[in-house]
């Protein structure tokens, strides 16, 4: 029975215009703006669950977009959020 309906669905004018389409349509492509600076677009992002060394187990990475640059600072999962502002500032 399946083969049977495979073979109707492929002959079937009005089943092949009206197939779901599996990819996303295209759209205009959307130019990146041009980064001037260094360190005024950044990437900050955390690299966790590593084991406990010198009583740090987070590494803070903080990535320049323009020149790919990045900083590695290791701190410990709890740091507050002005200890981490204070650890940005010093760091970079």
């Known amino acids: ?12 004018d009005v089943c092949q ?5 599996t990819e996303v ?6 130019i990146s703006k041009v980064l001037e ?14 084991l406990l060394v010198v009583g740090k187990d987070i ?3 903080v ?3 323009l020149f790919k640059m990045a900083h590695f ?3 410990m ?4 959020a002005e200890k981490l502002a204070r650890l940005f500032r010093d760091n970079m």
Do not use: H, Q
């Open 73 to 75: 600072v290791a701190t």
């Open 1 to 12: 029975m399946t083969k049977d309906v495979g073979k109707y669905v492929e002959g079937y």
């Open 37 to 50: 600076k260094l360190w005024i677009y950044l990437i900050v992002d955390f690299i966790t669950k590593l």
């Open 59 to 61: 590494i803070l990475v």
């Open 17 to 21: 215009r009206m197939k779901n389409r």
């Open 25 to 30: 349509p295209v759209r205009k492509l959307i």
């Open 77 to 80: 999962k709890e740091t507050s």
């Open 63 to 65: 990535c320049d977009r």
